[in-house]
């Protein structure tokens, strides 16, 4: 298991970009895959994007493919996603997770670590 804690939420305007970071605690944060997720207001979380281990490959939702960008610093034991081109459906709280038993899969429950959740709000 590994401790995650989400930062960088906050309200943006549509088209706008925002940065989350995902920080990590664990004796071998490289060796996990990690993951961002959502959950829109009313809805069943969703996968978002995933990225190997130790790290390099990335892979993306639908909704999200060209907009998000995935990615990681082990040194810093930090994962990030980047969101671009935001849209007012993109409201949702957002979460990192970590996989420590697949180091490729987007199936919530592959992931036995979850952060708390940045809340991101995207306005009209």
């Known amino acids: 298991q590994v401790q995650l804690v989400e930062s960088g939420g906050g309200l943006v305007q549509a088209g706008g970009s925002l940065r989350l970071s995902c920080a990590g605690s664990?004796?071998?944060?490289?060796?996990?895959?990690m993951g961002w997720f959502r959950q829109p207001p009313g809805k069943e979380r969703e996968f978002l994007a995933g990225?190997?281990?130790?790290?390099?490959?990335?892979y993306y939702a639908d909704s999200v493919k060209g907009r998000f960008t995935i990615s990681r610093d082990n040194a810093k034991n930090t994962v990030y996603l980047q969101m671009n081109s935001l849209k007012p459906e993109d409201t949702a709280v957002y979460t990192c997770?970590?996989?420590?038993?697949?180091?490729?899969?987007?199936?919530?429950?592959?992931?036995?670590?979850w952060g708390q959740g940045t809340q991101v709000t995207v306005s009209s």
């Open positions: 664990g004796r071998t944060f490289s060796s996990y895959a």
């Open positions: 997770a970590a996989a420590t038993l697949y180091c490729y899969t987007n199936r919530p429950g592959d992931f036995g670590s």
């Open positions: 990225i190997h281990c130790p790290g390099g490959g990335a």
